[in-house]
């Protein structure tokens, strides 16, 4: 398929799609999936098109979900499952983090679980409590889990086509204020590769680094710095595990400041590992200490909170105001 507008929505349903055409081992199920086409609407059509033993709706009970995919999964089956917003998943992280991630390590390699659990994650539509939330970090520290997290359409048809042919867990973040974002997307073969990150944007004077719903952000910062005479890169991070420390390193030697952005309250988290990941690999190279710009360490806020809570452009360019302060 040539490059068209694709929403990341319609990017994910085509994925979908395409990767059930291909195996008729993988099943997509979840609360509301089926004929709905669930909250989103992500997985609109596909049980019309394979029929409900493929596509089918489950229970509200998450642990039961992903204890249903491992089962599956161990008896030769490819479980694509929504989990239907990212605070709703809590409940079957028992199941993900004591059995899903540790099985092949249990069994000494003998016994994969190839289940990609789809997590609409991330702020920015107004939800109430438990409808948002940033819990990548939960994800990423926990061993034997590959965690993606896309911010175009193309990434996300690709990594989630990658992601299903995966032999083991995939944990697949969905910023859910880019579902309904459109853009051109050019979704053809080959799939976009695990574990390498993207230069949205290249900048002499500091590198931007992110990934999911924060990269249009970080762009926009850079559009407005570059107004006033600045050239800010963008990393788009795609792979959170694996990390493609390779890139990361190139980028911030080449400008000698870092800032890193997330929503993830910053203690503790994916940002901070990067922080710390940045400082071990590029010491000699920095002008001046990391920065990160993350949500704060508070419980999700309200609605009408949220825009103070999440990062904006001011607080991105104040940050890099920071790095240029500390160099001068």
């Known amino acids: ?97 004591s059995h899903l991630a540790k099985m ?40 034997g889990l590959t965690v993606l997290a896309p911010a175009t359409s193309a990434d996300a048809y690709g990594l989630l086509r990658a992601a299903i042919e995966y032999p083991d867990p995939v944990i697949f973040l969905e910023p859910k204020k880019r579902y309904f974002a459109s853009e051109e997307a050019d979704i053809r073969e080959p ?50 595990v694996p990390l493609d420390e390779q890139t990361i390193a190139e980028a911030v030697r080449a400008s000698g400041r870092a800032v890193v952005i997330a929503e993830t309250p910053g203690f503790a988290s994916v940002a901070a590992e990067l922080a710390a990941l940045i400082g071990e690999r590029c010491f000699h190279h920095l002008e001046a200490p990391v920065r990160r710009v993350t949500g704060f360490d508070i419980p999700y806020p309200p609605p009408k909170l949220e825009r103070h809570h999440l990062p904006s452009i001011d607080r991105i360019l104040d940050a890099v105001d920071e790095l240029q302060w500390e160099h001068a």
């Open 191 to 240: 799939v976009a590769p695990i574990g390498t990150a993207e230069l949205r944007r290249a900048g002499r004077d500091a590198t931007l680094i992110t990934y999911g719903p924060s990269v249009p952000v970080a762009l926009a910062a850079a559009e407005q710095a570059a107004a006033e005479g600045r050239e800010l890169g963008v990393l788009d991070l795609r792979s959170l």
């Open 104 to 143: 092949r390590n249990r069994t000494r390699g003998a016994l994969h679980l190839p289940v990609v659990v789809r997590v609409p994650y991330a702020g920015g539509i107004g939800g109430v409590e438990h409808h948002c939330d940033s819990s990548e970090s939960y994800y990423a520290h926990t061993p």
């Open 1 to 97: 398929m040539s490059a068209e507008k694709l929403t990341m929505a319609a990017a994910i349903n085509t994925a979908l799609r395409d990767a059930m055409r291909a195996d008729d081992s993988v099943l997509v199920f979840g609360e509301d999936v089926g004929p709905l086409g669930g909250v989103f609407r992500v997985t609109e059509g596909l049980t019309d098109s394979f029929g409900a033993a493929r596509c089918f709706d489950t229970p509200l009970a998450e642990s039961g979900i992903l204890g249903m995919a491992i089962g599956l999964a161990m008896n030769g089956m490819h479980p694509v499952v929504e989990m239907q917003f990212d605070a709703f998943a809590y409940p079957a992280f028992e199941q993900i983090t």
